[in-house]
């Protein structure tokens, strides 16, 4: 029997009830939200369940919102279920104050580097982590640069004495 | 007479402060010949076998994902390339089929089949770059340098095809910028017709070498489970034993038109490796075969199409935009940013040269993506290189990174 979106969900909200939410299918691929405290939880759950199998993680990643209060950082898992060829997104909401969220590092080894690519970036502090250090940024950066009060460089601007790179100065 | 000076080695006394350890620390690369990149491992040496590495990345981080966030979607396509600049076409494509997921895009068969024709010529020269490299390593320097003529062909048609080499920035949002010419087909003839041979003088270079089977068979070894568990996908995660392409599970730009076959390893070691990245050759050949008999069959006007027709996000010729009145006005809508992008947010994957290569893609229907997130193949994989290279001798640890296929563009975005 394939395995569908609905049965997914209810699998899930069998075990786990209100404490999902926010459940939609954009393009085909099962979206939820679950409480910060609980994606170990499920992510252990969907691992061993014996209909879900859901033991691939594609990737994880943040998103920064920071319009919404108490909420402003959003951490996403993909995850994979290849023998069913089914795709599913779980994703949880912390605030930026307290970025607290367990490391899946126990269960997915490959979630070593994508939890701190995502602590480099967006300073999501994965509790647990063996070494949750900066990954591609220098190692004295102090601040979180893809959250979104870091804008881009105007790249208009003219007030830089920048010769070498064609901008402002005498070649305005 | 001169006194006799002993030196038995308990006699030796060590200046107060040293360390008393046994093993020796070595920095393996940035800049090491051997890394063929900007790989960095600082390794823990028990005479020539590593104790342990630790694995820097990040000497090339270029912030594309912050970039990708002042960007309109159409000049997202430069930075994908500067992924995995081996296979630049194949991002290329990813790239657009996720821009037309999200706008809804539909493209025409013909498109379908000529990106299929560029993104497997892309996925052969990866490959060759990748064996012949593990060539090299293991002291076989002949394959490389045959196989770059050839390498040579496929460059050219891209040439042909989008003016450019290395980093193509080909096509666009629902097809490509022009039609490919006659010579591009000519072009894709001759490699047809003498690549075979080529790679079957290749394949007798290595295959059965003895030395060749000695360094490479048992090193470098990860058994299904570790390599799903580290999140493996492409040639590496087959070469253990996991039958997981992305074209045949999840298949975009009609690949579920095409017959082939997925290779797949037991051992997961550096020769299963390279054996499943050269069956994946020949099986790219059959793809190409295939889906240039398809690209034939169009007829008359049928053969004319290399774009779908939505003229508000396909960015018109520019010959036309200074000639007709219509594709002035879109030009102009796409390139202010005029256009009704829709909101949404959406994963697609596409099978790249060394993995599943996915994009994540939020937007709130503004002109540039609320949030890009590149799934990197290579990225992930690599924290298993520590793992794969404990206890082995340097030189095989040389071998191990060659043959995990590691793009330092991508591996650093």
Known sequence: MALTNEHIQTRLTEKFGEQLSGWEAQYGLLTFTVTSDLNLKVLQFLYDDNELKFNFLTAICAVHYPERKGEELAVVYHLHNMAERVRLRMKIFVPVEKPDVYTATKLYETANFMERETYDFFGVNFVGHPNLIRILNVDEMDYFPMRKEFPLEDQTRVDKDDEMFGRGGSYN | MSEIITTEPHHVRLPDGSIQKQTTTMNLGPTHPATHGV????????????????????????????????????????????????????????????????????????????????????????????????????GAYTGFLYVMQYRELIYEIYEEVCGSRLTTNMGRIGGFERNFTNTAFEKLEKFLKEYPKVLKEFEALFERNRIFMDRCQGTGAITAERALNYGFTGPNLRAAGVDYDVRVSDPYSSYQDFDFTVPIGTTGDNYDRWLVRNQEMWQSLSIIEQAYKKVQAFKGADAEIYHADVPEYYLPMKADVYTKMEALIYHFKIVMGETEIPAGELYQAVEGGNGELGFYLISDGGRTPYRLHFRRPCFIYYQAYPELTKGAMISDAIVTMSSLNLIAGELDA
């Not at chain 2, 999200?102 to 560029?118: A, E, H, M, N």
Request: aromatic residues 8%.
């Open chain 2, 39 to 138: 790989f960095q491992n600082i390794i823990e040496l028990d005479g020539e076998t590593i104790v342990s590495a630790i694995s820097t990345v990040g000497y090339i981080h270029r912030a594309f994902e912050k970039l990708a966030e002042r960007r309109p979607l159409y000049q997202i396509t430069t930075l994908t390339d500067r992924l995995n600049y081996c296979s630049s076409p194949i991002n290329n494509m990813g790239w657009h089929l996720t821009c037309e997921k999200l706008l809804g895009v539909q493209t025409p068969k013909r498109v379908d089949y000529l990106r299929v024709i560029i993104m497997e010529l892309a996925r052969i020269s990866d490959h060759l770059i990748c064996n012949s490299i593990v060539g090299v390593d293991t």
